[in-house]
């Protein structure tokens, strides 16, 4: 079946970096592109960016513009996403989500990662 | 950056009757294509957030028919038209024009 399993929690220091996997299977991965979404705790979903796994074209949001970056390994179906110089606001649960090959045009489908809880602290 | 302002913000409902959640977009999300991307997610709790419905009205694989999507241009709308137990939880709108953007979530519960 179509699913997309994200790797485990983690626990970092401020100023550290994180990087979270996304392992997609049941599907041909290059035909899509996989939206980063974020949620602090009691919060709402923020959009963190997308990639194509078609090429690798990457649009990221604003706020996050110079600490994150989002890459794929197509030999192993996965999506991967690193964020930089963490900061105690950046605890939150991490999902990836199968989107539209392209960027203009789409969204987020059926297909969502479980989530991965990434907690900044010191 | 395209703003997207869902209304109300949570909502008591008894089940069997109707529910509707406002979602209003900064600009138009009629993309040169011709479709309007806008979607509906619900995130139920403790799990990950689920389509519900695509391009305005389009009800995703599996998704009940008392859901349904209207709108147009920048102003949307989901409606339960009878809403069960198991729809509680916290309902997105999000537009897909250009890059993607999240309301803030409109939290559903059963009176």
């Known amino acids: 079946q179509v699913q997309l399993v994200q790797s485990g929690a983690e626990v970092k220091k401020p100023g550290a970096s994180v990087k979270v996997s996304c392992k997609a299977s049941?599907?041909?991965?290059?035909?899509?592109?996989i939206s980063w979404v974020r949620q602090a705790p009691g919060q709402g979903l923020e959009w963190m960016g997308w990639?194509?796994?078609?090429?690798?074209?990457?649009n990221y949001a604003q706020k996050l513009q110079g600490r994150v970056t989002m890459t794929t390994d197509t030999s192993t179906s996965t999506a991967y996403m690193e964020l930089r110089s963490l900061r105690s606001d950046d605890t939150a649960v991490y999902y990836c989500?199968?989107?539209?090959?392209?960027?203009?045009?789409?969204?987020?489908?059926?297909?969502w990662g479980q989530g991965t809880l990434v907690t900044v602290s010191s | 950056d395209i703003v997207m302002t869902q209304t109300p913000l949570s909502l008591s409902v008894t089940p069997g009757q109707p529910a509707s959640i406002s979602c209003k977009s900064s600009?138009?999300?009629?993309?040169?294509?011709?479709?309007?991307?806008l979607y509906w997610y619900l995130q139920k709790p403790g799990q990950s957030p689920q389509l519900l419905i695509y391009?305005?009205?389009s009800r995703f694989s599996g998704v009940p028919d008392r859901f349904s999507g209207s709108g147009s241009g920048t102003d949307f709308t989901l409606k339960i038209s009878r809403v069960e137990a198991e729809d509680v939880g916290v309902y997105y709108c999000?537009?897909?024009?250009?890059?993607?953007?999240f309301g803030q979530g409109t939290k559903v519960e059963i009176k």
């Open positions: 989500a199968r989107d539209r090959r392209r960027s203009s045009g789409g969204g987020p489908d059926g297909c």
């Open positions: 049941g599907y041909t991965f290059t035909s899509y592109g």
């Open positions: 600009q138009s999300l009629l993309h040169s294509d011709g479709k309007t991307y």
């Open positions: 391009e305005v009205s």
């Open positions: 990639i194509s796994a078609y090429n690798g074209n990457t």
């Open positions: 999000m537009q897909g024009i250009h890059l993607r953007t």
